[in-house]
């Protein structure tokens, strides 16, 4: 088994649906960050990547859209880099982009190649409305459209009811079940933008972005600097029910945007031209109740740490994805961990949640986290669509 290493990540600024990247196809933001991916390792060129790079593969959650022909192959292709280099695109809802890292560090560990890029891409503004085909031919009744963005849809009807709740609802439910309040979501979620906001303007974010051409989008679209608690708590609550907590200020927001990293053995570093960052030292997937999503990165964590031999007493930064902040603070009371090892940087209900880019860009912003603060060990994890979670424990290359 060969030791895998993360060697560079790299994502585009996350836009807001609707906003500075929604005329922006999803393959070709994908294709945006592997090509600049490419060009940011000196051991490569357009000419020779196709002998080095094992596979590329991407994670994506709708794949209704434009990203439908196995968007990792085309946005490949677009990036106009070698043909003979394969590709494939994962679907794990919001772990999308985590689970293709795994894959690829999968076939690293097994010697089956020594490069792989694995990220993630998600166009919230560009999914489409979809209509089902009709089970007979010149159907009489009116068809509706379903909205491919978000969350559920074509249900099938053996399908539990308790199940199919939508997102905030079943965090509803989850931080009932917690006892979380709703001022600590609003205060999470005030200290996620202000975290972010200080990230950028210190250079930490910057360093791990890269500008959409004719995009005019500095940052990410969806920090607010200056929120406080007390504005949040202003918000009226989304869902209607008697004692709602969850609000658009304390859950994130829907999202544009793409994120890759350079995966490889000792060797494929070599090859690339770049040094270590992390070793990946474990990894695990979990699953719970599909309505208590949020609390799955639980477990995941829990898992991959053990298979890594350590426990949270050595972890020393966490990378979360902030789905919710009610979901986010469960995680964290059930773990025990200090608050101020997680997302350090600001998380997703600041920077954003586009859902299959999500995975490559915490992993990514873990690692540099690491380098920057020579913590040895760290974890980063993210819960899933339909009640399950993934985590990843990363170990500083210079421990």
Known sequence: MQDVFIYQGLRTPFGKVGGALSGQRPDDLAALVISTLVEQAPGLTPENAGEIVGEVIFGNANGAGEENRNVARMAWLLAQLPVTVPGSTINRLCGSSMDAAISGARQIALGETDVVLAGGVESMS????????????????????????????????????????????????????????????????????????????QGHLSDLTVAVPGVDLDTDETIRAGVTEEKLAGLRTVFRRENGTVTAGNASPM?????????????????????????????????????????????????????????????????????????????????????????????????????????????????????????????????????????????????
């Open 126 to 201: 560009r999914a489409p409305w979809v209509l089902p085909k009709t089970e007979r031919p010149f159907p009489m009744a009116n068809l509706e459209l379903a909205n491919t963005t978000l969350g559920w849809r074509l249900i099938n009807e053996r399908m539990p009811s308790q199940w199919i709740v939508s997102l905030g609802e079943a965090t509803e439910q989850l931080r009932e079940r917690h006892g979380i309040e709703r001022e600590r979501q609003d205060a999470f979620a005030a200290r996620s933008h202000e975290l972010a906001a200080r990230a950028w303007s």
């Open 255 to 399: 999202n544009d945007g793409a994120s890759a990293v350079w995966l490889g053995s000792a060797a494929g570093g070599e090859q690339l031209g770049l040094t270590p960052q992390v070793r990946i030292a474990g990894w695990a997937a979990a699953a719970n109740e599909p309505q208590y999503f949020g609390y799955a990165p639980v477990e995941a964590s829990n898992k991959a740490l053990s298979r890594a031999g350590i426990s949270w007493a050595e972890v020393g930064a966490v990378e979360l994805n902030e789905a919710f902040a009610a979901q986010s603070l469960a995680c964290l009371d059930a773990w025990e961990v200090d608050p101020e090892i997680v997302n350090a940087w600001g998380g997703a209900i600041a920077i954003g949640h586009p859902l299959g880019a999500s995975g490559t860009r915490v992993l990514a912003t873990l690692a540099k986290r690491m380098q920057l603060s020579g913590e040895r060990w760290g974890v980063a994890t993210l819960c899933i669509g339909v009640g399950q979670g993934l985590a990843v424990v990363l170990e500083n290359a210079s421990s």
